[in-house]
């Protein structure tokens, strides 16, 4: 199985995993990957790679120019705040922020000139991200990564998510940040990725806000069921982008799985200290091994069948990775339901918590297991009826896929097709 493991021991930010990333890659799909990020139509932005040295390790550092200039730190993060539409935005900066990495907060730049702020919201940031020319899936994924980022912040301020805006300011270079980081994971195409430990550093941080403590709140917050540490080492070293990016693609957090080594890469911060600072990116084949499962149970006779349903959604959004009812007879011959929910471990308390909650339980049962599947993977296609979604597995042996029934459906309402039909024309094309 094609496996990815990232080593995060000085944390991680978006220039960096792409870096990394874009190391695993040889010459030429260096390159395609240089022009297709330069032609996405992210606007004003100019991506380039520079060779960079740390504690004697040479690795690449990612450079973002918009409209020709570098910024110097900004992390989608970092522009956002609670906003009212009755603030006068034409006010000045007169401070200077210190910072320890290269994607935090407000820092390292001193504003000392009038001008006025646009702001972006998510809506706005949707939009940008849709019209560019990249794959379906990848714009899928930063959307959700930038949907991780807004709730955070919408956390952090107490205010809607609708209310949370992006600063104009930081807003390319951070689309572009992500984007590449997006695009790299999809060309890298790892079937299982991993990740140490996320070191996150130590001390305080200056911002707009005041000085907060590190992880800064919006970086706690996405953070939440990761295994984090902190170290000698001051400054904030995991960025709410690199937390989103790493919440959103990472399936397992420990240490590195038993992997033969194909690629290792190096994505190199700005900042110097005492170690490397940067994010290592190893790419490699692993033996398919099972995922380890918590399956719990209970016995249901007394909850009505549209309490059990609404149960089921809730834990479908709690994290279950399955759960289903198996009509049972219990004590003295009543018929009831055995409710069956599995979960992964970071998931255990949620579930748990939700089981209770929403069905008139007073145990549950609890097994741990092991399970076997195939990889499974969503290609967005054009057909003659526009896109369709189709979902791929694969492992053991066995390669499957199959047309998306709500893309069918959809398509057969449209037309007055039967779904048989629709389908042969597509499988014909």
């Known amino acids: ?46 991506v380039t790679t520079e060779s960079s040295v740390k504690c004697g390790i040479t690795g690449t550092h990612f450079s973002v120019k918009v409209d020709g200039q570098e910024e110097e730190s900004h992390d989608a993060h970092e522009h956002s705040h609670e906003h ?26 001193t504003h000392d000139h009038e001008h006025h702020h646009h702001h972006t919201s998510m809506a706005e940031i949707e939009n940008i991200i849709n019209s560019l020319k990249i794959p379906e899936n ?3 994924d ?25 600063h104009e300011v930081g807003t390319m270079d951070a689309i572009a940040d992500i984007t590449s980081v997006c ?17 996150v550093g130590s001390g305080q941080v200056h911002c707009a806000h005041g ?25 904030e070293l995991c960025t709410p982008t690199g937390a989103a990016l790493l919440k959103h693609f990472i399936n397992h957090f420990g240490t590195m799985p038993p992997i033969k080594m194909n690629a290792i890469g190096y994505g190199m911060g700005k900042k110097d200290f005492e170690a490397a600072n940067c994010v290592r990116a190893i790419l490699g084949d692993s033996d398919e091994k099972p995922e380890t499962i918590l399956e719990y149970t209970c016995n249901l006779d007394d909850i ?23 009509p049972v007879t219990m004590k003295k011959s009543r018929p009831g339901n055995l409710l069956c929910v599995m979960c992964r471990e970071r998931d255990k308390q949620k579930i748990l918590e939700t089981i ?51 893309d069918l459906a959809a398509i057969a309402r449209k037309t007055g097709l039967s779904i048989e039909e629709i389908v042969q024309k597509i499988t014909q094309e």
Not at 84 to 109: G, I, K, L, Q, T
Not at 360 to 376: A, D, K, Q
């Open 304 to 326: 009505s069948a549209e309490r059990i349903g609404f149960a089921m959604e809730q834990l479908f959004a709690a994290g279950a990775v399955e759960a289903y009812t198996i």
């Open 1 to 46: 199985m094609k496996t990815l493991y990232l080593d995060l021991p000085m944390g991680a930010a978006g220039d960096m995993l792409s870096a990394a990333l874009y190391e695993l890659l040889n010459e030429e799909e260096r390159k395609s990957f240089i022009e297709e990020i330069n032609n996405a139509g992210i606007p004003g932005v100019r």
């Open 84 to 109: 009212h539409h009755n603030e006068d935005h034409h006010h000045p900066h007169e401070h200077s922020h210190e910072h320890h990495h290269e994607e935090a907060f407000e820092h390292e730049h």
């Open 142 to 166: 930063i959307i959700e990564v930038y949907k991780l980022i807004a709730a955070a912040e919408s956390n952090a301020h107490g205010k809607p998510v609708t209310d949370i805006h992006f």
């Open 138 to 140: 990848v714009k899928a």
């Open 211 to 235: 000085i907060l403590p590190v992880p800064a709140p919006a970086t706690a917050f996405i953070l939440k069921d990761i295994p984090i540490y902190s170290n000698h080492i001051k400054g």
């Open 183 to 199: 695009l790299l994971f999809n060309k890298v195409g790892a079937k299982s990725i991993f990740a140490s430990a996320i070191n």
């Open 356 to 406: 209770f909650k929403h069905t008139t339980t007073l145990g549950v049962r609890e097994n741990i297991s092991n399970r076997y599947f195939l990889e499974r993977s969503i290609e967005t296609v054009k057909t003659e009826f526009g896109d369709i979604r189709i979902k791929r597995a694969e492992g053991y042996g066995v390669k499957r896929e199959k047309i998306e029934y709500e």
